[in-house]
Each structure stands twice: as C-alpha cells, then as structure tokens.
C-alpha cells in the first residue's frame, strides 16, 4: 500500500498528454515529487513550473532511458503511461502500423521497467502500468491497440508474481475510455467515457490502496469482462453485429 501521507518520489511516462499528464499534475498538488517523462516540451514546461523534474526523453532508445534513470536517485512509485493507437481497417492489414504500436506500447514500458526496477527494489515501491478494458474482448479495428494491451496486462500481472520476492508490488491499471488527445480520433460511440480527472482519481485511490487490479469505470469493465468468458461462437456473433451496427 502507498501511503498517500508520506511524501513520495513519483516517476510517470507519458507525463506530457493524456492521462500522464493529470496524474503528474494531481501528484504536484499533494505535494510529492514527481519526475515527469515526455517529449512535448510545452508541456513539460508547464508541469516544471509546478514544481516537477522533467525529464525529455525518447522512450524507444532503450540506452537513453537506462541512462537517464540511472541518474534518478529515488523512485517510490513508477506509473509507466506512454503509449499510442492506430486502428487497422480490414481486409488492408498494415503490418507495419501494427508493428508500430506494438513496438512504441510495449517498448517503451520494457525500457522503463529494466530502467527504473533497480530503484523501486531499492525502495520496496510500486510499478504500475497501464492497460486497457479493450484487452477483456476482440474488436474489430484494435487488432493493434487490443493485442498490445493485452501483452501488457500478461507482463504486469506476471511481474506480480516474479518481483514479490524482491518486495516490489505491481500494479495493472484497465481504464474504459478516458477523453484524451489519443481518444478524440475514435469515430465511434465511447460509452461511460471518463475525464482525465476521473481517470487519475481513480488510479490514484487504486495505488492509494494497494490493489493489484485498477479498474474503471466499473458499469464498462465488469460487462467487458464477463462478455470475455463466453464462448467464442457467442462473442463472434456479438461482435458481428456490432460492427454491422
């Protein structure tokens, strides 16, 4: 459990758009230290003139990070939130667009963990990434963004149990859709769509209380989930006539 009183050293990706940015900017005003990750650098601006530690960084370069964490002297808590989106539009698979948001999704998770674990064992922290309620069932189009998602829910859930001898607890947030830059491309219906203020209450109580699981809003994920139990016949033929919708 974190204890919200105490004053933490917070590492957050993503820091610079989206839900990233909120949560650096909710931490900042409870007082903790945060180190801000990103590459926009009006944004990082703005979260240095609210007191952060920003740190520019391309999170691909797996030797950067690792460098520049290396130079952090002390992480508590490290919420790894960068990540991006592209939609694929059958029967035109884009190899290409899917390797591209597998790779950024997942790579730059990986270069975080390997960068900033040393720090969070030292400390006993937290690690927390950032999945998706699209990785419970198949939708059409996130055959990208869903298969990335779910290989973070796999690693996170797994890092759960590999990294509790070594006192490092994980957790795996799942948000349903969240308004941010990344959603505004979705030309769909976003039912019970979060604001970043809610979505980072939410992460932030989750942490707060030490779950291993965060998810949100829970009239979304709790449907997801249990449509991802039925039998594959029942989910194709739902799926189907959602997407004829």
Excluded at 23 to 47: I, N, Q, T
Excluded at 63 to 84: H, N, R, S, T, Y
Excluded at 181 to 186: F, V
Excluded at 201 to 221: C, H, Y
Aim: glycine share 8%; aromatic share 6%.
């Amino acid at each position: 459990m974190t204890d919200s009183t105490k004053k933490l050293h917070i590492l957050i990706t993503g820091a610079t758009s989206g839900i990233g940015n909120q949560l650096a900017k909710d931490y900042l005003l409870e007082g903790h230290h945060v180190y801000a990750v990103g590459r926009d650098d009006s944004a990082l601006a703005e979260l240095e003139s609210l007191g952060a530690e920003t740190v520019d960084l391309d999170l691909m370069d797996r030797d950067k990070v690792i460098d520049a964490f290396e130079k952090i002297e002390e992480v508590d808590l490290a919420i790894c939130g960068a990540g991006m989106c592209e939609y694929l539009d059958m029967p035109n698979f884009d190899s290409a667009s899917f390797m591209k948001v597998m790779s950024v999704n997942m790579g730059t998770l990986s270069h975080a963990i390997e960068g900033i674990l040393p720090k969070l064992i030292t400390s006993k922290g937290r690690l927390v990434g950032i999945g998706s309620a699209s990785a419970y069932v198949p939708f059409a189009r996130a055959e990208a963004y869903g298969s990335s998602k779910a290989a973070v829910h796999y690693l996170m859930k797994t890092l759960q149990i590999s990294l509790a001898p070594h006192d490092v607890s994980v957790s795996l947030v799942v948000p349903g859709f969240v308004e941010t830059p990344m959603t505004k491309q979705n030309d769909f219906p976003m039912p019970f769509i979060q604001t970043t203020a809610q979505a980072s209450q939410a992460i932030r109580d989750g942490i707060a209380s030490g779950r291993d699981v965060i998810e949100f809003p829970k009239k979304l994920t709790l449907p997801l989930k249990v449509l991802g139990t039925l039998p594959d016949l029942v989910w194709q033929q739902v799926s189907e006539k959602i997407n004829k919708k």
